[in-house]
């Protein structure tokens, strides 16, 4: 029999390899038989894990949560807002070419599952809403509070949409050419707030 730690270790590897998948064939794509072989365990054994793909889903979408509020910790360390936001710009600059190729894992997944709605849909709302507040926190502290939110959204909405643009034109220049956009407007919002 397993310990909790072995059964925990094979949840995680599930969850990641269920991840890597729906990244690159999507959630309605990819079925728990795909994950079983990939992940080389029984599908009895995936089933058991995750005995629905909404539980997957769930599953999926917490670590892709837990990623961001890893990076989002590490980001708060940084002294100035303004740097905290070039660096969720800089991850889309990493990872351009895996974009380019099959959308932003957070993006793709949860604007899939948002088409169901019900629960699933609930769920893909999670990591947005906390990317959501953490940019809100950082224009706020840039000196932009009464537009915080709505820089936010701008920020969000420019970073999916270069990914969505460059997946869709298979070019990883688009993200290359936005990103540096981005930067340059957050420099003149922070530019603008410290001649208040």
Request: aromatic share 6%; hydrophobic share 45%.
């Amino acid at each position: 029999m397993a310990s909790r730690a072995e059964s925990q270790l094979k949840r995680q590897h599930l969850t990641q390899t269920a991840a890597d998948l729906v990244h690159r064939k999507g959630f309605s794509n990819t079925s728990l038989a795909d994950i079983a072989a990939v992940a080389e365990i029984p599908l009895g054994s995936v089933h058991f894990y995750f005995p629905s793909k909404e539980q997957l889903a769930s599953a999926i979408v917490d670590m892709r949560v837990a990623i961001i509020e890893q990076r989002l910790a590490c980001w708060d360390a940084l002294k100035n807002p303004r740097a905290r936001l070039a660096s969720l710009a800089d991850v889309w600059l990493r990872d351009r070419e895996s974009d380019t190729r099959h959308g932003c894992p957070v993006g793709s997944l949860c604007y899939e599952l948002g088409k169901d709605g019900g629960a699933l849909g609930q769920l893909a709302a999670k990591p947005f809403t906390l990317l959501l507040a953490w940019c809100t926190r950082q224009f706020t502290a840039m000196g932009l509070a009464r537009s915080a939110h709505k820089h936010a959204v701008q920020l969000l909405c420019s970073l999916q949409g270069m990914g969505i643009l460059a997946n869709a034109l298979k070019d990883p220049t688009v993200i290359e050419t936005e990103a540096k956009q981005i930067k340059v407007w957050l420099r003149t919002l922070e530019a603008h707030a410290g001649a208040r």
